[in-house]
């Protein structure tokens, strides 16, 4: 009844159809079939011996080669060091009155977060998403969903685990989103990743007083970052007059492409709001 | 043996592209380097052979990257089937066209991760770097794509001709002992 290459083309379409459905349900979520962990495991233990070989190979290289620029940056970091002290100083006083003026207003005290350090093994083998892979798993009481973070601010959250390594979503990943406060103006928005250095700053209304050099922190609605963790600074501002939301570029603290060491927030302090749902 | 052979190439390739090449300043947004691997597998290996592979490298590349699941297994799975077709008319000892092949085979997963980002993912915007990336992973792959292939096909070279003399040198110590 029908030809051959009618058969054919007939195939071609319904396997694209299936393949576009199945896709778009996929990338709508991170689905954990279970399995998937075996893949991470087999190939992330390589991935752990290879780094630590570089590392190695590299901390050589730095430590003893390197000696020449080594009694420069002495002198300089001397400079720098005095310089710390007075600001030291200075922030101390500062910290006392605050923790004065909490107690004053009866504020609760901001409970320190259990966090586990995690070494960076891996990064994503596509140009197109930004994860990386960390030595630490399930056995070490890792689950998805929770935060990694740096010294500087947000890195990113876990996607995946298997016994022993882990997948971490960054914050630059277009498939990230993060709930958002302007630290000076409590603009309120979502940080979304756009795979370059910066991301982007969305939903902030047009009314609200956003600048460039603006701190953005973590608001802490979204149930998976710590409310006052630093994200990045405000790089680019536009305001367009028939748009109901700004355009609002941020630059992360966190430098992606030096990242070895993460901490995973083992017990998020979350919101409220989150935690009621 | 040969699938020993399979299982460390593609070992290698993926530590080389996950540990290795991002932190090298020309390197890190280099092109998927299994890409030449499958085209090898289309124009050497017979379809049952090489699709076990390629749902496997599928499978674990998904599984190994922040990719919805599923993408890899896409782009690893036409690929093979275009190579499969292409072979019935291309000519593949070709040098320059095996270059053009592979370069093809970068664009088309990169049309399809693409496509996968912005049509079925949650932006609808093209990443800002997009073009750039994809150019670069175009040269890239037509610059150094045939080497990987000639790789492949001589290391398949000397594991059969290694088989060869394992099995008759096998077939003559029976022979000889029967005596």
């Given amino acids: ?277 | 043996m040969i699938y020993c052979f399979y299982m460390g190439a593609c070992l290698i390739l993926v530590i080389l592209q996950t540990t290795i090449f991002p932190y090298l300043p020309l390197l890190d947004r280099c092109y998927d380097l299994l890409i030449p691997f499958i085209i090898y597998l289309g124009f050497f290996r017979s379809i049952r052979e090489g699709l076990f592979l390629v749902l496997f490298l599928g499978f674990i590349m998904d599984n190994l990257s922040g990719s919805p699941f599923g993408l890899y297994l896409t782009s690893y799975c036409w690929l093979f089937i275009g190579i499969k077709w292409a072979t019935t008319f291309v000519q593949v000892g070709n040098r320059l066209l095996q270059s053009l092949v592979v370069a093809s085979g970068v664009l088309l997963q990169n049309l399809i991760f693409i496509g996968a980002l912005t049509f079925v993912g949650p932006n609808l915007k093209l990443p800002t770097e997009a073009g750039s990336t994809v150019v670069i992973q175009i040269l890239w792959a037509f610059a150094t794509g045939p080497v990987f292939l000639v790789f492949f096909r001589y290391i398949q070279r000397r594991l059969d001709d290694l088989m060869k003399e394992i099995v008759s040198g096998r077939t003559n110590f029976s022979l000889s002992s029967r005596r």
């Fill in chain 1, 1 to 277: 009844m029908f030809s051959k290459k009618m058969v054919l083309i007939v195939g071609v379409i319904v396997l694209i159809t299936v393949n576009i459905i199945v896709l778009s349900a996929t990338t709508k979520s991170y689905p954990d079939f279970g399995f998937g962990h075996l893949a991470l495991s087999f190939v992330a233990p390589f991935q752990e011996f290879v780094t630590r070989c570089i590392r190695f190979a590299r901390g050589i290289w730095e430590d003893y080669f390197f000696l020449v620029s080594v009694s420069q940056e002495n002198q300089h970091l001397k400079k720098s060091l005095n310089h710390v002290i007075q600001k030291n100083n200075q922030w101390q006083e500062t910290e006392l009155a605050n923790l004065r003026l909490r107690s004053l207003l009866n504020f609760q005290k901001a409970i320190t977060n259990r966090v586990l350090a995690a070494e960076v093994i891996g990064k994503d083998p596509s140009a197109w998403f930004k994860t990386i892979i960390i030595d630490k798993g399930k056995a070490d009481g890792l689950k998805r969903w929770l935060p990694a973070v740096v010294a500087q601010g947000i890195a990113g959250q876990i996607i995946g685990t298997s016994n022993h390594y882990s997948k971490v979503m960054l914050i630059i990943d277009r498939n990230s989103a993060v709930d958002a406060l302007v630290q000076r103006s409590r603009a309120r928005g979502i940080i979304k990743g756009t795979l370059a250095d910066q991301c982007r700053f969305e939903y902030v209304l047009q009314k609200h007083d956003v600048r460039i050099g603006d701190i953005v922190v973590a608001s802490g609605f979204d149930g998976v970052y710590p409310k006052g963790l630093r994200i990045g600074w405000v790089s680019d501002v536009i305001k367009r007059d028939a748009e109901i939301f700004q355009e609002i570029t941020v630059t992360p603290y966190v430098d992606f492409e030096k990242l070895e060491e993460v901490l995973i927030v083992l017990n998020p302090q979350q919101h409220e709001f989150a935690s009621q749902q």
